[in-house]
T-cell receptor
Framework: GESVGLHLPTLSVQEGDNSIINCAYSNSASDYFIWYKQESGKGPQFIIDIRSNMDKRQGQRVTVLLNKTVKHLSLQIAATQPGDSAVYFCAHNRGGAQKLVFGQGTRLTINP | EAQVTQNPRYLITVTGKKLTVTCSQNMNHEYMSWYRQDPGLGLRQIYYSMNVEVTDKGDVPEGYKVSRKEKRNFPLILESPSPNQTSLYFC???????????????FGPGTRLTVL
């Protein structure tokens, strides 16, 4: 069945290091893959998206990589800061519609 | 300030007592959606609306109703709440897909519902 999953439920990194959050997907018909960030007590917040015909996209301190061969998506955060502590969700836009399907989330913890 | 607001933020109720969670956005978005978030299950879509008077089921619509009489409002109605509807609920909105900006959904702060 269709799913958007995550390799690890938690990730702990040192402040200043780079973080890599991974996601696997099964639906090859998605138009976009998206990353959201959810801080404690708040709603999810859009970070970055990537169209399915691309393999890399960069934003401010973030890079998303898409490997369609192995159906793998990753979010790289450069120079991780305390404010990056959150749960990160990957999602995909199913079949051109506006319906987003979310993964279960990875909790990123920053060690001082 | 551009935002999505939800009310109430917290609600404890009893089985069978009808309730409505309101959602309002001030960004003139066409698309609005309701999600529920449960531990280990992530965010699951309940209902969505592409525009006024246009609504459709998401992945988990059973036990819920919605309406979209105005562009800015998208209330979630639980006619007869049950304990399995205890969850954290989020409303979200975005521009229509024809604008090319559909992946950025703006989420409200959430409503934590407990049904006893």
């Amino acid at each position: 069945g269709e799913s958007v999953g995550l390799h690890l439920p938690t990730l702990s990194v040192q402040e200043g290091d780079n973080s890599i959050i991974n996601c696997a997907y099964s639906n090859s018909a998605s138009d976009y893959f998206i990353w959201y960030k959810q801080e404690s007590g708040k709603g999810p917040q859009f970070i970055i998206d990537i169209r399915s015909n691309m393999d890399k996209r960069q934003g401010q301190r973030v890079t998303v990589l898409l490997n369609k061969t192995v159906k793998h998506l990753s979010l790289q955060i450069a120079a991780t800061q305390p404010g990056d502590s959150a749960v990160y969700f990957c999602a995909h836009n199913r079949g051109g519609a506006q319906k987003l399907v979310f993964g279960q989330g990875t909790r990123l913890t920053i060690n001082p | 300030e551009a935002q999505v607001t939800q009310n109430p933020r917290y609600l404890i109720t009893v089985t069978g007592k009808k309730l409505t969670v309101t959602c309002s956005q001030n960004m003139n978005h066409e698309y609005m959606s309701w999600y529920r978030q449960d531990p280990g299950l992530g965010l699951r879509q309940i209902y969505y609306s592409m525009n006024v008077e246009v609504t459709d089921k998401g992945d988990v619509p059973e036990g819920y109703k919605v309406s979209r009489k105005e562009k800015r409002n998208f209330p979630l109605i639980l006619e007869s709440p049950s304990p399995n509807q205890t969850s954290l609920y989020f409303c979200a909105s975005s521009f229509h897909r024809t604008s090319g900006r559909t992946n950025e959904q703006f989420f409200g702060p959430g409503t934590r519902l407990t049904v006893l």
